[in-house]
């Protein structure tokens, strides 16, 4: 599928200046540009292009909200100034994957000054002698490098980290809908509870039966140990009383 029509479907009746999220990955750029994503798009803190054939950012809109952006798996080089340019509010970036292979394609990232955390994972460039250090030293901004900061420790799970800037930041742009969307809100809410009692009541069911099988399984094993007690008794006390019967022969 084509990116503009893509983007189009990813709406969802919802106008490009309601929308915080924006998911297109592996569908397909005609000319290894961005296509169909305009400065409209001005509230969009989030946008995943992950596998779209991009070689290029030349064309990407001024996004001023954009906090965390997914770019793997593409055929990108460099020329990453069109970021600081475009975005300069990045705080997360994923370029993993792409033909990234010398420290002067990401001297552009000096500019991001909010840049934080930085993938790089699969780039040629990650072979070179003492990568880690020449990165951090060259980006000192940055705190994390493929998932781990200069001593080793694991960034924090991404997922966890965007759902607590959602609850500092007042969960989105719902302030800005009216009440025909708010309605639309709570029917979604009210469908994903559903969803989730659905869930609950389904592994609780799985457990019950998994605590049937176990309990019967331990009946079995009750049993099989009382004949193999059974059995052993049996072999003791037989053989006793033939000894004995042939003793008074």
Do not use: W
Not at 26 to 31: A, I, K, L, Q, V
């Amino acid at each position: 599928m084509e990116m503009k029509k893509r983007i189009s479907l990813e709406l969802r009746n919802r106008t490009p200046a309601e929308v915080t999220e924006l998911v297109v990955d592996n569908c397909r750029t005609s000319d290894g540009e961005v296509e169909g994503l305009t400065d409209d798009f001005k509230e969009l803190e989030f946008l995943s292009m992950v596998n779209v054939g991009l070689t290029s950012l030349a064309k990407l809109p001024s996004l001023p909200k954009l906090r965390k952006l997914e770019l793997s798996d593409n055929n990108i080089s460099g020329h990453l100034e069109t970021l600081s340019e475009k975005s300069p509010n990045l705080t997360y970036l994923n370029l993993s994957g792409n033909k990234i292979k010398e420290l002067s394609n990401v001297e552009a990232l000096q500019n991001l000054k909010n840049l934080k955390s930085l993938d790089l994972f699969n780039c040629e460039i990650t072979t070179l002698e003492e990568y880690r250090e020449s990165i951090f030293e060259l980006l000192p901004q940055v705190t994390y490098l493929d998932g781990f900061d200069q001593e080793d420790n694991e960034a924090p799970d991404s997922e966890a980290d965007a759902d607590d800037d959602e609850g500092e930041d007042g969960a989105g742009p719902t302030g800005d809908y009216d009440d025909e969307d708010d309605d639309e809100e709570e029917e979604e809410e009210v469908s994903e509870g559903r969803e989730v009692g659905l869930s609950y009541l389904m592994k609780e069911k799985i457990q019950e039966s998994k605590l049937r099988r176990g309990r019967g399984m331990l009946r079995m094993k009750g049993r099989m140990m009382m004949m193999t007690m059974t059995t052993m008794m049996t072999r003791l006390v037989f053989p006793q009383r033939t000894s004995g019967s042939r003793s008074k022969l």
